[in-house]
């Protein structure tokens, strides 16, 4: 029964209330009352197939039937009633109910409507009247001759009316199926959807890659991240939810399958922020007989190019010479790569991180054969310029001063408004002894090297030689001021066709695409006095050959055989070329990585590789953060039904949840008395 006196919880807007189901006294309901719900004609068309065959509906004055929501209270004007529906491609439609149409308790019940309420019209088909200065335009509406209400909506729904149709993150998030039937995020939904549907197809039709699951509860390995842990029945025996199917797929490649790929559910127990979810997606590959890292990088360019024709419609584009795009065909060679490749540090020294933004021609001058760093850990000095940032008398942004804006150090950030500052802004840090001029080094030099102008912004830092720091602290400068000055220093785009160069009109329309390798293999200790190296990617990348013999004296100077797909600053891709040799695993696993116990952890898989696997490489997409691309968001979660908050948990069904002490019992676990408060 349903008792619309007991609220059962506020809303979190502090104004809205639930009706309460109540579990006494309930009845059966009558089955005239249920009939309706349960038995309704079958659909015969949805809105968008109605308009593309409206010359034919109208000349054959044939009854249509549609499904959806009342997506606004109905109102009465004069005597007929008006009502809009929404079908589930979220296209909206006038109804109408006429004396003449349909009974007078149809109207009754039309006019009782509540928004959401899900409902099933038939009638037919008219062309609506044309407002003044509209007589060019075709639109229709509906005669309704049958309704039926299929399910009555919340009350609360009618209450949040106004809210769906600003944001559908307005809604409540507990609510999160009402914020989905909104149009942003079901079209948010369905080009995900097109978006898988593409990459299986790419892969399977144009590259011969076979689909196979793996399994989701996997065992506890050190990959990075904290891992998930699912306890099971038997006395200290964990399951962790895998990071990724990385062991499981290498091991397919020594099964007999040269091409493997899955759409997998992957999870790490980390900080959340936009980008970041504890449960994530990602299409995940593996590739055989692997000679060049550029084999797998060609496949997936077909896959990205794909999804961007046929999802996006949109073009992705390279850059070309230091100011310059030119777009990427998808009849491009796809047995080579389209997008350039950066090195790491490359990347680093230019634009102060590894996932550079190449829609801006933004890049850092060097300066440290005119300044001497006075801090020997950081001996680089390098410098940004912002052009003309100053103009019509705008200040600094307040962002590229704010502590909170940076990971870690700030860059120094001066504008220069006057003549004196132009010449003269490394003044008071020479006389701070924060920087001092080499040997030889002279202010003509700084003034060519720089090139500073009245109505500029100069940001200037230093560096380690070889940058760990990811970003720097100029790299996220960099960052902010692409962010503060979308349309500034922006690439133009060179048409391929003629040749002729173009503006950008609008940056955030604009996909630039490219690679980065040449990592290093290896981080520095993370404790002091350790000689434990950590992976920079993960334990099984390989050594690029020319930098073999450094693993034994210099194994921070080697390089990585490890690629990541950048767009628009965004790391979408990240993949590497595997030890597929045993004994060379086994080094790195003991030697540098000093992992006491691998081979409890890794026996498995070093097992697999010394029965003959074959060479190979790989790579994972970040498909929540590809779909967020094509739909121009810059967050996962408007790509994902369902979401979890910042501190991980849905608020839609309240998880997590505590687990009774019984329960906790089968597993072999007990709560300390302080954590059950």
């Not at 008219?126 to 003044?132: D, E, H, I, M, R």
């Not at 060019?136 to 609360?156: C, D, P, T």
């Not at 924060?434 to 830092?461: H, K, P, R, T």
């Not at 785009?493 to 040749?499: A, L, N, T």
Request: contains cysteine; aromatic residues 8%.
């Amino acid at each position: 029964m349903i008792s619309n006196h007991r609220p059962q919880r506020p809303m979190r807007s502090g104004r809205l209330f639930f009706r309460t189901y109540s579990s006494r006294g309930t009845r059966l309901p009558s089955l005239g009352t249920t009939l309706p719900k349960f038995s309704f004609p079958e659909s015969t068309a949805d809105i968008k197939s109605i308009t593309s065959s409206l010359d034919s509906l109208l000349n054959s004055s044939k009854d249509v039937t549609i499904y959806g929501h009342l997506n606004r209270k109905p109102r009465k004007m004069s005597v007929n009633t008006f009502g809009e529906l929404r079908d589930h491609n979220g296209d909206l439609t006038q109804i109408i109910m006429t004396p003449q149409s349909t009974s007078s308790e149809l109207i009754e019940e039309l006019r009782s409507g509540i928004p959401e309420d899900s409902i099933c019209v038939t009638g037919k088909v008219q062309l609506k009247v044309p407002k003044a200065g509209e007589e060019h335009l075709r639109s229709w509406e509906l005669i309704v001759e049958k309704f039926q209400v299929l399910n009555k909506s919340n009350e609360a729904a009618s209450q949040l009316d106004k809210l769906k149709h600003s944001n559908p993150e307005s809604l409540p998030p507990h609510l999160r199926y009402l914020q989905l039937r909104t149009p942003k995020l079901q079209d948010a939904l369905r080009k995900r959807s097109q978006a898988a549907n593409v990459a299986r197809q790419t892969l399977i039709e144009n590259h011969n890659f076979v689909e196979i699951e793996t399994p989701l509860l996997f065992k506890s390995t050190p990959e990075g991240a904290r891992e998930f842990l699912v306890p099971t029945r038997t006395p200290s025996k964990f399951y962790a939810l895998p990071q990724s199917p990385q062991q499981y797929k290498q091991i397919l490649m020594s099964s007999g399958f040269t091409r493997y790929f899955q759409i997998a559910k992957c999870f790490r127990d980390e900080d959340l922020r936009a980008d970041r979810q504890p449960e994530f997606t990602q299409i995940d590959l593996e590739m055989s007989f692997i000679s060049d890292s550029d084999q797998v990088g060609a496949v997936v360019e077909d896959v990205v190019k794909s999804i961007w024709e046929k999802v996006a419609v949109k073009p992705i584009y390279r850059p070309l010479g230091d100011d310059l795009l030119e777009e990427v065909k998808k009849t491009d060679n796809t047995n080579s790569l389209s997008f350039p490749k950066i090195s790491y540090i490359d990347a680093m020294t230019k634009y102060g991180i590894d996932k550079p933004d190449l829609r801006s021609t933004l890049k850092f001058v060097e300066l440290s054969k005119i300044f001497k760093s006075s801090n020997s850990r950081f001996p680089i000095v390098e410098a940004c310029v912002l052009k003309n940032a100053l103009s019509n008398g705008t200040k600094i942004p307040h962002s590229f001063k704010d502590n909170s804006k940076y990971p870690g150090r700030k860059p120094i950030v001066i504008g220069i408004s006057t003549e004196e500052l132009k010449t003269g802004w490394f003044e008071k840090f020479i006389e701070k002894g924060v920087l001092q001029f080499q040997e030889g080094a002279s202010q003509g030099q700084l003034a060519e090297v720089l090139n500073v102008e009245v109505g500029d912004i100069l940001a200037f830092s230093t560096r380690e030689e070889l940058p760990y720091e990811n970003p720097t602290s100029l790299g996220r400068f960099r960052q902010l001021a692409i962010e503060e000055y979308p349309n500034h220093w922006r690439r133009k785009i060179k048409e391929s066709s003629d040749g002729t160069i173009r503006e950008v009109q609008d940056p955030s329309t604009l996909f630039v695409a490219s690679w980065v390798v040449d990592f290093p293999l290896f981080n520095p200790p993370e404790e002091e006095g350790s000689e434990r190296l950590q992976s920079t990617h993960h334990p099984f990348t390989m050594v690029k050959l020319e930098d073999y013999k450094l693993l034994e004296s210099d194994p921070l100077k080697a390089r990585g055989e490890h690629y990541d797909l950048v767009i628009n600053g965004v790391e979408v891709g990240g993949g590497s070329r595997r030890v597929h040799d045993p004994e060379l695993q086994m080094f790195i696993l003991k030697s540098l990585l000093k992992i006491e116990n691998h081979e409890e952890l890794f026996g498995h898989l070093i097992q697999a590789l010394s029965m003959g696997c074959p060479p190979h490489a790989g790579l994972a997409l970040g498909f929540d953060r590809l779909c967020s691309m094509l739909i121009g968001s810059n967050s996962i979660r408007d790509v994902i039904a369902f979401p979890k908050n910042q501190a991980g948990a849905d608020p839609m069904v309240e998880s997590p949840t505590s687990v009774p002490a019984d329960v906790l019992g089968n597993y072999h676990i007990k709560l300390e008395e302080s954590k059950q408060s």
